[in-house]
């Protein structure tokens, strides 16, 4: 076994930890912060547990996305973490509502650097409870020793494994959260109105969407996955995808994107924009790699 797959064996056992990238926060105070918040966003802030971080979503009226962040509490301040190109767009959609509501919201500049321990490497790791990479996982001030530093082609790898998507690869202003399974881990259904429900609850109902992420393995170049379609047996459009890596000692290519489910296919013809191909993918569950 190569060392690099050694180390992707191990990231997947045991866990590790890396330096969180530039984010950006947003923190809500005010007597009416989490209230306001509810009708903001997509899952249930009354839930909110000490130390614990949860997943929600910021919508348009018409139910797509303007952010995927993190919601936590801070003594009498409730933090709203997303993407960093994404910060200052947030920061006026939560504003756009708030008119007579005793809520104030401020960036945190500068946002201070953390650690991300994920998988048993978090056991017993003091920090916020966020599951960052798909399971456990613990933010902390303090390097941590004793494990693996994932690097950030391992993180990608990670990532895509676990069906993970991120801002500008996955997701975009056109998505809709059932779209990319958002609707699973950030979406409460039993909550009051917030902005974008309407459709979010009607999506439910129906029980379909167009298009629907998912995980692929193939024989293709990773290098030249991103944009690149997947066509049925029939030669007919089936889907795109939007990320691929190269999984160490497994000789294959992990990917997502996204396919049309009317096809009822799960073997594709990867081909690039001039429609030359590729290579094979076939659709398989997330996690697509495990040891």
Partial sequence: MSSEAGRMRQLRQDGGFFLLPVRALIRVTGADRLRYLNGQLSNDLKRLAPDRAMRALALTAKGKLCAVVWVWLDGDAVIVESDEVLGDALLARLER?????????????????????????????????????????????????????????????LRIERGLPVWGRELNEDTLPHEAGLDRAAVDFHKGCYVGQE?????????????QLAGFLGDFDPSLAPNAKLLDASGAPAGYLTSAASCPGQQKTAAMGYFHPRTGASSFSVVDESGACLGRAERSEFPLVSE
């Fill in 97 to 157: 509502y708030a008119v007579s509501d005793d809520v104030s919201f401020a960036r945190v500049d500068p946002v201070p650097p953390l650690w991300h321990v994920f998988g048993p490497a978090a056991a017993g790791c003091a920090g916020l409870q966020i599951d960052r990479l798909g399971g456990d996982g613990r933010d902390t001030p303090v390097r941590p020793t004793g494990f693996l530093e994932a690097s950030e082609s391992e993180r990608e790898i």
């Fill in 199 to 211: 459709t979010v609850s009607r999506i439910e109902s129906v029980g379909r969407v167009n298009r």
